[in-house]
């Protein structure tokens, strides 16, 4: 058994790669699916008895979880606190980048790129793990490692687009150099590369500290397409995506999606209130595997970025960032940085309630569902729940078959000249979205698809 007859098969997969970063005979290399998301195909047959990929892998079901392994890593510091949503914490803090040049740049407000850069000049580790836009022509954004502090800063912003670690893996572990590596992933990379790195000895020596971004899904890469095409750039002409993008007319959670052509012409910027809250809100194109996610705030990390979605940091268009320290040396760091201090975990909780509901108590119905077939699933730190499922059946069911049908009709339509014709095809599932809207306000998806899609902001 290996992890593409389990957990690909059962679209358990999240793409991130570290099953074929570590696999000792290079027999998994990653690829493309027909639904726009990365996953593990075999080279040959696997040798008999090996099973490094499953015993690593983020959504096999493992002796131990995520709260043991946050317990092995921090239970012991000194002043540490524990919270059930946010893991153990040293402190919490609220900030941005000093200089307004790099903190405009940046998703939030640049810290996890200051502190990236900071490993670097202090010589606290010899390279940088984290993604950027490399320039290759079959991956739009990529890991890649890094030993200039500017190369670090050219990477800030978020990357809404599947990315995987095999290449860097298989680079460290090749390696002969004693060299040490900090890394930044999203929550479910970092606990595969916390199970691989017990696995590897090699590479628990050479990750010395791991940062982990806040998560609350990915969409596959067909998510970035539409995007682009609603801006007027073709998918074959399509070369890069500013996610984040800030403007001052924009409030910092009104960011600008904007995408660029070969020829370097951007397109119409899409503001994120205004298309993306459809989008993200029923899951069109979100992974399978993040309904199974109950880890919002990258519990095994040595420090956490995300954004600061409360009322008094929104407001300020160049964005501010929060972060959640968990080891004395990640404390140490942040406690030198000016433009930010201290703020209370609850705060922290705050921001990121929606994202919560979704990750802790929508995951149990989800769960609850699997249990209707003998097919596997992952088990989670959170249960299988009937009441859950109950409540919330109608929202769960509908954004299952959003997310089905928003990957299989893309299919069809990517290569069109716009959107028109995917968003008419989508028809069928207006009626179910309606019961969602309040007072109805979300009117007819049927016969307005791309008015609806146009002038969403503020109706929901
Ligand atoms: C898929 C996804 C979902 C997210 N969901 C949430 C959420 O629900 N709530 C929330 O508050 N924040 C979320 N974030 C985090 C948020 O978008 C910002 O990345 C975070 O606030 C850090 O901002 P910053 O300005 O401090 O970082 P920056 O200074 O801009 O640096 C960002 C760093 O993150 C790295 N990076 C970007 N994309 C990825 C990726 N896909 N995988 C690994 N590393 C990456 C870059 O290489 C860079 O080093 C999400 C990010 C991603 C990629
Ligand atoms: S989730 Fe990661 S480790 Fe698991 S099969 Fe997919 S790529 Fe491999
Ligand atoms: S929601 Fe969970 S599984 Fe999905 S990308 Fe984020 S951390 Fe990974």
């Known amino acids: 058994m290996n992890v593409v007859d389990l957990i690909v098969k059962n679209d358990y997969c999240i793409g991130c790669g570290v099953c074929a970063g570590v696999c000792p005979s290079n027999n998994l290399h990653m690829d493309w699916s027909d639904k726009g998301e990365l996953i593990p195909k075999l080279n040959d047959s696997c040798k008999d008895k090996c099973s490094i990929c499953l015993d ?28 059930e949503y946010a893991g153990y914490f040293l402190n919490c803090y609220v900030g941005f980048h000093k200089d307004e040049e790099k903190r405009i740049k940046s998703a939030s407000g640049g810290l996890a790129s200051l502190f990236l850069a900071s490993l ?29 502090p500017n190369e670090v800063y050219s990477c800030a912003g978020s990357a809404y687009y599947p990315v995987e670690i095999s290449r860097v893996l298989k680079e460290i572990i090749k390696e002969k150099e004693q060299l040490t590596y900090a890394v930044i992933a999203l929550p479910c ?42 801006s007027g750039i ?9 996610f984040r993008r800030k403007s001052p007319k924009n409030s910092a959670a009104n960011f600008l999606q904007v995408a660029t052509d070969e020829n370097k012409n951007e397109g119409v910027p899409q503001p994120n209130q205004e298309l993306p809250f459809f989008l993200w809100h029923y899951h069109f194109f979100k992974q399978n595997a993040c309904n199974y996610c109950d880890d919002v705030f990258g519990e095994l990390a040595d420090v956490t970025f995300m954004d600061a979605w409360l009322p008094e940091y929104v407001k300020d268009y160049k964005g501010t960032s929060l972060v959640i320290t968990r080891t ?23 921001s990121q309630s929606g994202v919560i509901h979704k990750k802790r108590t929508l995951v149990k119905g989800r769960l609850y569902k699997s249990t209707f077939s003998n097919q596997f699933f992952p088990k989670k730190r959170v249960l299988p729940d009937k009441k859950i499922y109950d409540k919330n059946k109608e929202f769960i069911e509908l954004t299952f078959e959003i997310q089905k049908l928003s990957k299989k009709k893309w299919i069809k339509y990517r290569f069109n000249n716009s959107t028109d014709e995917f968003w008419n095809d989508l028809t069928r599932i207006n009626s179910r979205i309606k019961r969602y809207t309040k007072e109805g306000k979300l009117q007819s998806l049927l ?14």
């Open 328 to 350: 004395p040396l990640t404390a140490k760091i942040l406690k030198k940085w000016q433009h930010t201090s201290t703020i209370d975990v609850e705060k922290i909780i705050k």
């Open 120 to 148: 670097l000049e202090e010589k606290i580790v010899d390279k940088i793990i984290c993604v950027g836009n490399f320039g290759n022509e079959d991956r739009m954004f990529d890991f890649g490692i890094l030993n200039d």
């Open 234 to 242: 073709k998918i074959d002409e399509l070369k890069k995506m500013d």
């Open 447 to 460: 016969k307005t698809p791309k008015l609806l899609f146009k002038k969403l902001s503020g109706m929901i």
């Open 189 to 230: 990379v970092v606990y595969a590369l916390r199970l691989a790195m017990e696995k590897i000895p090699k590479l628990k020596k050479k990750i010395k500290i791991i940062a982990s971004l806040t998560c609350g899904q990915l969409q596959n890469r067909y998510c970035t397409e539409l995007l682009a095409l609603e």
């Open 56 to 83: 690593i892998c983020p959504f096999n079901n493992h002796p131990i979880n995520q709260d043991d392994i946050a317990e092995s890593l921090y239970a012991n510091i000194p002043n540490i606190n524990y919270n």
